[in-house]
């Protein structure tokens, strides 16, 4: 098979702080993300996509939250890590399409430069990355404002 498709979701709460990490772009925000690393939801949802699309595990697998060398990692490092392995198994990403469930803050500002941003960690054109943003009407956890959630399918090509 010369095609491959593969999901993956993310999702952390807020905590104190003044800004998000969202595809590997600084969002001005009055609360950060609680997680292990910078929290990045749009790029690990990435990251697991690309993962199971090699069929090669997922993001845990790679960067536990149980190891401190993980601590505050960059989430554009981990997928470019995560862009390796599935090179290395033979596979490249053909396009991706990402989307963010936030009720806030209002994403509309930063998509061109998140989609600029993924587009180079996965060296493609821009036209083969798509990422949008929306709301959960006020509904669960990302509507009470207390988190993001990130959802994002890949096709990876045989190389």
């Not at 993980?70 to 554009?76: I, L, Q, T, V």
């Not at 033979?90 to 600029?116: E, F, H, R, S």
Request: aromatic share 6%; glycine share 10%.
């Amino acid at each position: 098979m010369n095609i491959r498709i593969g999901q993956g979701i993310d999702v952390h709460a807020f905590e104190a702080g003044d800004h998000l990490m969202l595809c590997g772009v600084k969002v001005d925000f009055n609360q950060g993300f609680k997680a292990h690393s910078d929290g990045d939801v749009a790029l690990h949802a990435l990251a697991d996509a690309l993962l199971g699309a090699a069929g090669l595990g997922d993001i845990g697998h790679y960067f536990p939250d149980t190891d401190s060398a993980w601590k505050g990692a960059d989430s554009a490092d981990l997928l470019t890590t995560v862009v390796e392995h599935v090179a290395k198994a033979g596979w490249k990403t053909g396009n991706c399409d990402l989307t963010i469930v936030a009720q806030q803050p209002k994403l509309a500002p930063y998509i061109a430069a998140m989609k600029a941003r993924v587009a180079a960690l996965l060296d493609l054109p821009a036209n083969a990355v798509n990422i949008k943003a929306t709301t959960s009407e006020h509904l669960g956890f990302t509507g009470r404002k207390e988190g993001i959630a990130a959802f994002a399918v890949c096709l990876l090509q045989a190389i």
